[in-house]
């Protein structure tokens, strides 16, 4: 097999993941991550989340209320840890088809992230005050004939 028909295959072979794209997902959380352009537009002009729900049934994408909640938190909370910036929602004028794109009005500057909290820092600190205290009085000693 010569390197042309290995390349020719292999493009031959991407051509159902290319169909894809103009697919919605098949489980629950993918649709939503799918319509979330259009879900996030919807929550930043003020709709609450019923009413979103509501409007994703009537398109076709069924779920429970609850499980729709719990996915936009999901995606909110993923969101959340990416740096602001690439956080933000699309705007409506880039999701329109055939409207000009429009350009950024910020631009893209890297963000520091902060540092991962510790989640023992607070048993650490005890700890370490307990250390540095002279006295400790342990009421449920079982050295009580130190105390007479």
Avoid at 4 to 21: I, T, V
Avoid at 114 to 143: C, I, M
Wanted: aromatic letters at 8%; glycine letters at 6%.
């Amino acid at each position: 097999m010569n390197p042309a028909e290995g390349n020719e295959r292999f493009r031959n072979s991407l051509r159902h993941l290319a169909e894809l794209d103009g697919q919605p997902p098949t489980t629950n959380m993918g649709k939503v991550v799918w319509a979330w352009p259009q879900i996030s537009v919807a929550f930043e002009r003020g709709w609450r989340l019923s009413d979103v729900w509501s409007a994703l049934r009537k398109d076709g994408i069924e779920m429970s209320y609850r499980s729709f909640g719990v996915y936009v938190h999901r995606i909110r909370r993923r969101l959340a840890r990416k740096a602001p910036v690439e956080a933000r929602p699309v705007p409506l004028a880039q999701l329109t088809p055939g409207a000009p794109s429009a350009a950024p009005t910020e631009p893209a500057t890297p963000v520091s992230r902060s540092p991962a909290t510790d989640p023992y820092a607070s048993a650490r600190e005890q700890r370490r005050l307990k250390r540095e205290s002279g006295f400790e009085y342990d009421p449920f000693s079982v050295n009580k004939h130190l105390l007479e």
